[in-house]
């Protein structure tokens, strides 16, 4: 069973900084493009970034700058370090990834369960 595991959500106050990781696991063949989504009350779920096995790297004009997206290819793992804070940052943010299960030669979509980020003071 193949599954992705986020961690590192909290409260932060506004200006603060939070590091978000997401690990996958189970038996997987690879992992194409990661990323992270996020869903704040009421909104739909939006693109954070993204990042490809090679690390090219992908953000909407929203999150140019504050966020960081990076991976780590041996440990099935991908990462969000988010800067200055803000009260809108408050969501549900998801990790995302293309993985290729042992089961299956094809890409499958998998999604973690979300962590929560509240930023408030």
């Known amino acids: 069973q193949v599954q992705l595991v986020e961690s590192g959500g909290g409260l932060v106050q506004p200006g603060g900084s939070l590091r978000l990781s997401c690990a996958a696991s189970?038996?997987?063949?690879?992992?194409?493009?990661m990323g992270w989504y996020r869903q704040a009350p009421g909104k739909e779920r939006e693109l954070v970034a993204t990042i490809t096995s090679g690390g090219t790297t992908n953000y909407p004009d929203s999150a140019r700058g504050r966020f960081i997206i990076l991976r780590d290819n041996a440990k099935k793992a991908v990462y969000l370090q988010i800067n200055s804070l803000k009260t809108e940052d408050t969501a549900v943010y998801y990790c995302?990834?293309?993985?290729?299960?042992?089961?299956?030669?094809?890409?499958?979509?998998?999604w973690g369960q979300g962590t929560q980020v509240t930023v408030s003071s």
């Open positions: 995302n990834a293309e993985i290729m299960p042992s089961f299956r030669f094809t890409y499958l979509q998998y």
């Open positions: 189970g038996s997987i063949l690879a992992i194409s493009t």
